[in-house]
């Protein structure tokens, strides 16, 4: 449990690091100038959108216990080892979002939309089909993602001038090669 935790929460802050949502934050924060609100709505919507993901690979882990299985899992892993690599930018309609309702509600919807897909959802859906534990794995995520974010909506642009968001991405690849590596050699039988 203590693995799966730790495993969940490293990933995903070091991947969160100049991801889309990430930029969204700073965007908000921006914008709303309500940074209680704004961390709110990142944390309910990232603890609904990864115990979804993480079910989701729980299940699917479930149902298929082949080797081929936990083989597609590894090779996840490294792939999004190459994907992390590719930086993330907010796309014309994200920064020109109006607001409707309060900073919490903008937050949550805007949120949990964008992460549907993203990097850090799909590497939440391998470490539950990995760990097979929906609840350690999106706490373990969810708190990966207000480690990345709380700065942001804090710090905002400030952060990022200060961050190598280039050796943030090269540290998140390298732990998800090890991880699909890691799984490689379980397939294989090695210790």
């Known amino acids: 449990m203590i693995e799966a935790f730790a495993a969940s929460t490293l990933v995903v802050a070091l991947a969160e690091i100049g991801d889309k949502t990430m930029l969204l ?15 709110s709505g990142i944390l309910v919507a990232t603890l609904a959108n990864h115990a979804l993901a993480a079910l989701v690979g729980r299940e ?17 892993f490294i792939a999004m080892a190459g994907w992390i690599l590719i930086p993330d930018k907010l796309g014309e309609d994200e920064e020109g979002f109006t607001r409707r309702g309060s900073a919490f509600l903008t937050t949550l919807v805007a949120f949990f939309i964008v992460e549907m897909g993203d990097k850090t959802q799909v590497a939440t859906v ?13 706490a373990g995520t969810t708190l990966g993602m207000m480690i990345a974010n709380a700065p942001a909506v804090f710090l905002g642009e400030a952060l990022v001038r200060r961050i190598s968001l280039r050796a943030t991405r090269i540290a998140a ?3 998800f090669l090890v991880l699909g590596l890691w799984q490689l050699a379980r397939i294989a039988g090695w210790p």
């Open 25 to 39: 934050a700073i965007v908000l924060a921006a914008r709303l100038r309500a940074p209680w609100q704004i961390l």
């Open 60 to 76: 699917v882990a479930g149902l298929v216990e082949a080797d081929w299985f936990r083989l597609v899992v590894a090779l996840g």
């Open 126 to 138: 391998a470490l539950g089909a990995q760990y097979e534990a929906v609840l350690v794995v999106a």
């Open 173 to 175: 690849a390298l732990l």
